[in-house]
């Protein structure tokens, strides 16, 4: 049974190929362009100029012998450490004031929902980065106006509210900072 179909399906394109025996033309080789960047895209990225060969590397060693040197700079001149604890305390306030702005739609409030993306401390001005649930929220301005209420009564100077054009993913409700 299975014999005759297979005859049947084979006579009536000719050799069982498309392009030979039914009109069209032969489709190409490859149809969707190989996008894999490659070993060059790697050297360039690296910043190699030649992607057969990277640039010479050179041993260059200071025989010099260190001599102690005492510090020219006061430690007030220093950088900032990576993690201030004030600050972060100050961040974690923020948040926690940032807790009582609900998003009524959802009935839940802005930093379980992962709508507060970053906030960045300044001297003189704080700004608060965040998404809305729907791209055209009709709650948009009272929740930004909210979040720069509770925002500015933790810390003494204004607060501007960032919207982000990020989507929001409801997956990553939840979780916390």
């Not at 001599?67 to 600050?87: G, I, K, N, V």
């Not at 004031?97 to 998003?103: F, N």
């Not at 839940?108 to 001297?123: F, H, T, W």
Request: some cysteine; aromatic content about 6%; hydrophobic content about 40%.
């Amino acid at each position: 049974m299975f014999g005759r179909a297979v005859t049947l399906i084979r006579s009536r394109c000719v050799s069982g190929r498309r392009g030979q025996g039914d009109g069209r033309p032969p489709r190409p080789r490859s149809s969707a362009p190989n996008l894999s960047p490659g070993p060059r895209a790697i050297w360039w990225y690296a910043g190699h100029s030649n992607p057969e060969r990277p640039k010479s590397m050179t041993d260059t060693t200071d025989m010099t012998p260190a001599t102690p040197s005492t510090p020219s700079t006061p430690a007030a001149d220093l950088p900032a450490a990576a993690f201030d604890p004030e600050r972060r305390a100050t961040e974690l306030a923020i948040l926690d004031a940032l807790r009582a702005v609900v998003d009524p739609e959802i009935g839940m409030n802005v930093v379980e929902l992962a709508l507060i993306k970053q906030i960045l401390l300044g001297k003189d001005e704080t700004e608060v980065k965040m998404i809305l649930t729907t791209p055209f929220c009709p709650y948009a301005g009272s929740m930004i106006q909210q979040v720069r209420e509770q925002a500015e009564s933790v810390v003494d100077h204004p607060v501007k509210v960032t919207l982000l054009a990020e989507r929001w993913d409801p997956r990553d409700a939840g979780l916390m900072w």
